[in-house]
């Protein structure tokens, strides 16, 4: 079974923080992505990354960065956190190419507060 | 641009009873997939079915079947003989078939099922 796994399941965080997300896949999927998900807006892109070292901003990239070093594993940066960042956090893996029905594999979600 | 409605924030519904939740999208690409994810309460975004824009019948994937009315622009699901199981967040998401990486999603769906 694929399998996306993020570090925490629960975080809470104080403004001005530093916050980092772990996110690892463990399919060799060449692509990963990061989405927030807040009530009625459903899930919003804010990172992507098709490559190792490679990342591409999504529809709200502003207060994040990404990283990855390593196939496997894409990291969310919160530069200093803010309590609009409270949110759900999910992480998403997908393989290259593909039918287009190839879908994209989620991990459990990270829940971060920020206070 | 390409957009995702889904009209009905939530729903209950009595266990064994079918269900339909609406999706309608808007896009000007001819090519196209249409996915919807179950997310249960533990968080985790579960695909369920895929119909693509050139498929010539309804997608079927066990209890879930996908109505796609294409001149009508909506991909509904369909849940036959619904089950307590099934309460849940479903999202409906869309994918440019040009592009490999952006899903565009819906607001969601909750759906409880009622004993």
């Known amino acids: 079974d694929v399998k996306v796994t993020q570090s925490s399941r629960y975080l809470v965080k104080r403004t001005g923080e530093k916050v980092f997300l772990e996110c690892v896949q463990d399919?060799?999927?060449?692509?990963m992505f990061w989405y927030r998900q807040d009530p009625g807006l459903g899930l919003r892109l804010i990172y992507f990354?098709?490559?190792?070292?490679?990342?591409e901003k999504g529809d709200i990239p502003e207060g994040y960065s990404v990283s990855r070093e390593k196939k496997e594993r894409f990291s969310l940066i919160l530069e200093s956190a803010s309590t609009n960042q409270t949110s759900m956090y999910l992480c998403a893996s997908r393989i290259t190419g593909g039918a287009g029905n190839t879908e994209a594999f989620f991990g459990q979600g990270t829940r971060l507060t920020v206070v | 641009a390409q957009k995702i409605t889904q009209t009905q924030p939530g729903m209950f519904v009595q266990e064994k009873e079918a269900v339909t939740l609406d999706c309608t999208y808007d896009?000007?690409?001819?090519?196209?997939?249409l996915f919807w994810y179950k997310q249960p309460s533990s968080g985790e975004m579960i695909f369920l079915i895929y119909?693509?824009?050139?498929d010539q019948q309804n997608a079927t994937e066990g209890r879930y079947s996908l109505n796609f009315q294409k001149a009508r622009k909506s991909a509904n699901l369909v849940i036959s003989a619904s089950q307590l199981g099934d309460s849940a967040m479903y999202f409906c998401?869309?994918?440019?078939?040009?592009?490999?990486?952006?899903?565009?999603w819906g607001a969601g769906t909750k759906l409880i099922i009622k004993p």
């Open positions: 896009t000007s690409d001819p090519s196209y997939g």
């Open positions: 119909q693509g824009s050139y």
């Open positions: 990354s098709y490559d190792v070292k490679m990342k």
């Open positions: 399919m060799d999927h060449e692509n």
């Open positions: 998401a869309m994918r440019d078939l040009h592009s490999n990486y952006q899903l565009i």
